[in-house]
């Protein structure tokens, strides 16, 4: 999986006066919860613009006062009115011990459906996976070619070597749903028109 790195200053200071003179300054306050130690530090607001402004999954590597952290963001909270991010929690990774994350669903192919007028639907956007850092998918890819009006795909096919996915097997990431402008193929159409007619 991608990595992107992330400057911060460890803070001295944890409470609401501290945090409000951090955020009036452009900064995040932050934590990073580690197997052994809770780190709190901040950083510029601007360094997460391509960690949760984008369809992408990364770790990140948290470069605190010379220390590297290997980790993940496991949660942003956001001002109710501005939007702005006002505080992040992220998790330090260990190379044996699986973590869980959201990874993003890339569609590809033209569903056959779609060709004959269906109309493609995709329920899911990301999927929720559990793996070792290592074998953390960038992506997962979804070919909806062979997909007809009517046809699912779902999680249960989707090959995973060495990840999981937490999502029940029958949940549906894309189908093909029937419209106005399905064209009936030549098999199954009535003579003369009459069950195409009747439709």
Do not use: W
């Not at 290592?134 to 009517?150: K, M, Q, R």
Request: contains cysteine; glycine residues 8%; neutral net charge.
């Amino acid at each position: 999986m991608k990595s992107i790195t992330i400057q911060g200053e460890k803070r001295e200071s944890v409470g609401k006066n501290s945090s409000k003179a951090l955020r009036n300054a452009e900064k995040v306050p932050c934590v990073v919860y580690g197997e052994k130690e809770v780190l709190h530090f901040s950083t510029e607001e601007k360094n997460f613009k391509n960690l949760v402004y984008t369809p992408e999954a990364h770790t990140v590597t948290l470069e605190v006062d010379g220390k590297k952290i290997e980790s993940i963001l496991q949660d942003v909270q956001f001002h109710p009115v501005s939007d702005r991010i006002i505080h992040a929690d992220f998790y330090e990774l260990n190379p044996g011990k699986p973590v869980t994350m959201e990874v993003p669903v890339v569609i590809t192919g033209r569903a056959k459906g779609v060709v004959r007028g269906g109309a493609l639907r995709v329920s899911l956007r990301k999927l929720k996976v559990k793996a070792v850092p290592a074998n953390l998918p960038d992506e997962i890819v979804v070919d909806v070619t062979s997909l007809d009006v009517g046809n699912k795909f779902e999680v249960s096919k989707i090959e995973k070597d060495n990840f999981q996915i937490l999502h029940p097997a029958n949940t549906v990431i894309a189908s093909v749903r029937t419209s106005r402008n399905v064209k009936t193929g030549p098999e199954e159409e009535a003579p003369g028109g009459e069950e195409a007619a009747g439709e």
